[in-house]
């Protein structure tokens, strides 16, 4: 199985704050690469596909980038409404795997 | 307006079974393949099954091989998870969702808790 690895597990950062998180794949994925916002008690919401590719309706302010292995998400200027969780998945072979998460908390 | 919603959730021994079903709307269910994803208490996703649009195709996390079954009955827009043999591992939130573009899951249902205990 494809193991991804998400750093860092949390951050905490403060409104109008760029924040990278990265997410790196045990193997190649080619570009099967998909992040996902999940916030306390509801399900997760697309962001981005094929590592650069914004979802329909996501803000602008997110965006992925990267290559292979090594993958990052950044969200340019952090707004109250993107404190929440994010999950790198791969879709590149099976089973499909997350990473462990990462807690975008407010400082 | 795209919706799944899941139901089939609830308290089950170690060891017994429980059937998850997910009833779509809103979108030609028979052209999508459709997972399923489940979420420990406070703990990361795991992305569990998947079957193709016509059902001939099916994957499973390992995990979970030989105690799940995934099926879909396009006619009546529904997804289902048959699960046996469950083991306290098993307890999770439980979520549908639709696949596109090769493995991006773009809606998802709001989840059923499954809790297995003694």
């Known amino acids: 199985d494809i193991q991804m690895t998400q750093s860092p597990s949390s951050v905490s950062a403060s409104v109008g704050d760029r924040v990278t998180i990265t997410c790196r794949a045990s193997q190649g994925i080619s570009s099967w690469l998909a992040w996902y916002q999940q916030k306390p008690g509801k399900a997760p919401k697309l962001l981005i596909y094929?590592?650069?590719s914004l979802q329909s309706g996501v803000p602008s302010r997110f965006s992925g980038s990267g290559s292979g292995t090594d993958f990052t998400l950044t969200i340019s200027s952090l707004q109250p409404e993107d404190f929440a969780t994010y999950y790198c998945q791969q879709a590149n072979s099976f089973p499909y795997t997350f990473g462990q998460g990462t807690k975008l908390e407010i400082k | 307006e795209v919706q799944l919603v899941e139901s089939g959730g609830g308290l089950v021994q170690f060891g017994g079974s429980l059937r998850l079903s997910c009833a779509a709307s809103?979108?030609?269910?028979?052209?999508?393949?459709m997972s399923w994803v489940r979420q420990a208490p406070g703990k990361g996703l795991e992305w569990v099954a998947n079957?193709?649009?016509?059902?001939?195709?099916?994957y499973y996390v390992d995990s979970v091989k030989g105690r799940f079954t995934i099926s879909r009955d396009n006619a009546k827009n529904s997804l289902y998870l048959q699960m046996n043999s469950l083991r306290a591992e098993d307890t999770a939130m439980y979520y549908c969702?639709?696949?596109?573009?090769?493995?991006?899951?773009?809606?998802w249902g709001q989840g059923t808790l499954v809790t297995v205990s003694s």
């Open positions: 809103g979108f030609t269910f028979s052209s999508y393949w």
């Open positions: 969702a639709r696949e596109v573009r090769g493995g991006n899951l773009d809606y």
């Open positions: 079957i193709k649009q016509d059902g001939s195709e099916k």
């Open positions: 094929a590592v650069s």
